[in-house]
């Protein structure tokens, strides 16, 4: 398939529909088999404090679909007002929200589908240009988008359930050599930070900016679970020195001693908790489920240190045979497929470090899309020239917060819901999301 980014111009409303059809109906699909695979029981369970009950999002889904594209886009009545307090993510805490008068799963799963059926009516009525908040389908991408973005929210949710194993994926990708774990120099110069260009960016990748950035290193691959085994045999979680002072707090007020998900037997051996079943570590794999603080420990012990945002996106998408061209994937403009990257779900654990050489950067950086989201050590702000679009609730009332930026999505992202340009954050502390890291450090 011709990716939209390439020439959106070029695409007429009938293609664009179509793709807009399309990722809409693969969010919904992938939503249904993440709800679909426990009991009801299950669903109205908090699985922990930090997530919500699965038919919370379910219905939040919905309501978020409704609001915009019903409403908004197509200016219709609405279906259920009564719901839009219930389902505002900033009007209740995760902890509080199954004390609240939810739509139980049946009417749940009936409100999302026919909030559906209308909303591809809508779609079939638009025409796709005009207004900016339809131009190209932009809202219908992003409820596409905010649909994947609740589905990965529901995967790490899974992560985190007791019982039984629910979810099924082929094993990700092995790779029979290690490949060396080595460096890349980026050279030093200017480069196009986001975009004005793929019109289904949203407001935080908006406007594209010069960044001039000095020269530096950075990791061909992220962090593997060797490396880490390696920082916790030398005393990484003991050692006050590798941590920040916040960072240190932290450390012994959670009493992290090794990733989430992380047990030892009595031979010493370490085994991960993989939605529901304990399985043999993986050494060649990117480590899973460390915070912020931890991942900087390691970057210090290691004599390194977290890049920075933007070194990140210009060891992503820099060319230097075509400088002033930002990629929208690290190997170029195609749409994401198996060759390239571990997204979408289709494995439920991170792909052994170079199992993707078909994803590489020009630069010849290798994973930088999918397997784990890589923590940076840039907090969350604004671009210069910024402009909220179409909410503030999106990027706005975040900036300037306690969040670091996390870059690249994970092997649980869907590919609608990530690219160079994307922008994901969140606290320092929180490892249940599916996050890893990548070193880098200052060149002369």
């Known amino acids: 398939m011709t990716a939209l980014h390439d020439d959106p111009l070029a695409e007429s409303p009938r293609e664009v529909r179509a793709r807009l059809e399309t990722v809409l109906r693969d969010a919904r699909s992938r939503t249904a088999g993440l709800v679909d695979a426990v009991s009801d029981d299950d669903l109205r369970r908090q ?36 719901l ?37 009516e809508v779609l079939d009525a638009s025409p796709l240009s005009g207004e900016r908040l339809v131009d190209r389908g932009f809202a219908f991408a992003m409820i596409a988008q905010h649909e994947q973005q ?25 790779v029979a050599d290690t490949p060396t774990v080595d460096e890349v120099i ?14 289904w960016a949203l407001d935080n990748e908006r406007p594209a900016h010069r960044v001039s950035v ?11 679970n060797e490396r880490w085994c390696a920082f916790i045999d030398d005393g990484g979680y003991e050692r006050p020195e590798l941590w920040s002072e916040r960072g240190w707090a932290h450390r012994v007020e959670a009493d992290l001693t090794a990733p989430q998900f992380w047990e030892r037997d009595v031979d010493g051996r370490w ?20 915070c912020f603080f931890e991942a900087e420990a390691f970057a210090r012990w290691a004599g390194k240190r977290l890049p920075t945002e933007a070194e990140w996106e210009k060891a992503a998408r820099f060319d230097p045979a075509a400088p002033t061209a930002g990629r929208r994937y690290p190997w170029g403009d195609d749409d994401p497929t198996a060759v390239h990257a571990n997204l979408a779900q289709r ?16 630069l010849g950086v290798h994973q930088m899309v999918g397997d784990v989201w890589e923590w940076t050590s840039s907090g969350f702000e604004s671009y210069p020239g910024f402009t909220m679009f179409p909410y503030p609730e999106y990027s706005e009332v975040f900036f300037g917060g306690d969040y670091r930026v996390l ?32 070193l880098a450090r200052d060149v002369a």
């Open 47 to 82: 699985h922990s404090p930090l997530m919500s009950p699965l038919v919370w999002d379910l219905a939040h889904i919905g309501n978020q679909e409704e609001m915009w594209l019903i409403r908004e886009v197509g200016r219709r009545a609405p279906i259920r007002p009564d």
């Open 84 to 120: 839009d307090d219930l389902y505002d993510a900033f009007r209740h805490a995760r902890a509080s929200r199954p004390d609240l008068p939810l739509l139980d799963p049946t009417q749940a799963r009936d409100y999302t589908a026919g909030v559906r059926h209308h909303a591809l």
């Open 150 to 174: 609740h589905d990965e929210t529901m995967l790490a949710t899974h992560q985190l359930r007791t019982g039984p194993t629910a979810l099924r994926a082929p094993d990700a990708p092995r």
């Open 186 to 199: 980026v050279p030093a110069g200017d480069f196009v930070m986001g975009t004005d260009l793929d019109p």
């Open 214 to 224: 000095p020269a530096f290193a950075i990791e061909r691959f992220p962090v593997t």
């Open 271 to 290: 085994f991960r908790r993989v939605f529901g079943t304990m399985t043999p570590l993986r050494p060649n794999a990117p480590v899973v489920h460390v």
């Open 347 to 362: 494995h439920l654990e991170p792909a052994d470090i170079g199992a993707y050489p078909g994803g590489v950067s020009p």
């Open 407 to 438: 870059r690249g999505g994970s092997f649980g992202t869907d590919p609608v819901a990530v690219r160079t340009t994307f922008r994901n954050w969140d606290h320092p502390i929180r490892r249940q999301i599916f996050s890893g890291l990548r």
